[in-house]
């Protein structure tokens, strides 16, 4: 094997660079005790990266530390309506103002005949706001008026067509069988009036699932409302506050006596609609005994219940504190996944401040059962709340 022998030119060169080398490392030995400093530094910023938290981590800790810097923080019944009169224009503000037509017209789509109530099937329409489908289920027998109750049905692929009783598809059928979902013909069973609307982007007002793909609808229907300068939870309270005004419109509705009553999102819309509408005498609230700060922190993404800004002046028990004094009833499984006990307990005791100031009370109806409603206290507690 032939040696390897390096060039005169080669070997010179190397030697150049080791002396250059020796060079610079002792012409570092000079330098200043802050240069060197910064070069160490440098170093070990390196070695040692600053951390940066997640997205999710920095909104769980945003979410602990929110304002909510509208509490009521008052004891008397005066300190409570000017608290409500306040933090219910401040709310009204964050859901855009939210207005339902002065003028409508009604269309009848069908009714439907049963030895206990009928059911119409219909859609109120107005110029410039999208229509909206109902379906009021009156008693059988007997010309009222009656009291009024607006059922507002919560997720799902059906609308306000479980809520009514609208059984006659399969697959309706097994989602009121799950969660004893068909309240609105429950209580027209009770000699109520009843009406359920179709909320966005429920049922009818869905249409094709499949446009949005494995996103939730909600979420997407958020956003795009958002770009268009409104808030979805806005727009869904504006139909059932029109829902209500079509009510008052009726020979067979008592306009005075109107409750309203909601499972799951239902029954925030009814916490809502109750909030900001004195003339509903009382409301039940199931399944939605929860708070947006806590649900917040985890992974939540249903834009149906988002108040932007919300959590800078309150949350869910200043919002269901603006009922107070007016009878309200919430509805609590002990087996609802979906309802935090320590913070449930954390809104109760919030809520309750508000209507101890009116020397009032809140019922609760804790019941061995998940995320259903279960109607127990809920048909005599509308019965002596809605009594002429």
Known sequence: MTPHVESEDASST??????????????????????????AGLTAARQQPQPVPSVHERIRSDAAD??????????????CEAWQAKFRAKLLELLGNPRPPARWQVVREAELRWPDHVREELVLTA???????????????????????????????????????????????????????????QLVREGFLTAAPCLTPFGRRL?????????????????????????????????????????????????????CVGLSYGGRMTMLTAAVEPRVRVAVVS??????????????????????????????PEIASLVAPRPLLFEVGRDDKLIDPRWADIALERIRRAYDAFDAHITVDSFLAGHVWHGALAVPFLQRALRA
């Open 14 to 39: 190397r030697r150049r660079w080791l002396r250059g080398g020796v060079r610079f490392a002792a012409s570092c030995v000079g330098l200043s005790s802050a240069t060197q400093h910064l070069f």
């Open 66 to 79: 929110a304002p909510l810097a509208m509490r009521f923080a008052g004891k008397s019944r005066d300190e």
């Open 127 to 185: 110029d410039r706001v999208a229509p909206l489908p109902i379906h009021v289920l009156r008693p059988a027998t007997g010309s009222g008026p009656w009291p009024a109750v607006l059922c507002v049905h919560g997720h799902g692929a059906f609308g306000h067509d479980a809520v009514a009783g609208k059984d006659d598809d399969p697959e309706v059928a097994r989602a009121i069988a799950a969660s004893n979902y068909d309240y609105a013909r």
């Open 207 to 259: 249409g094709d699932r499949a446009g949005y793909g494995n996103q939730d609808p909600c979420a997407v229907t958020f956003i795009r409302q958002q770009l268009l300068g409104r808030v979805l939870m806005g727009e869904n309270l504006r139909d059932l506050l029109w829902t209500l005004d079509y009510l008052r419109t009726r020979s067979d509705a008592a306009a005075d006596r109107q409750g």
């Open 287 to 316: 399944g939605a005994l929860n708070v947006m700060q806590e649900r917040v922190q985890g992974h939540y993404s249903c834009g149906a219940q988002v108040i932007p800004n919300l959590l800078q002046f309150g949350d869910v």
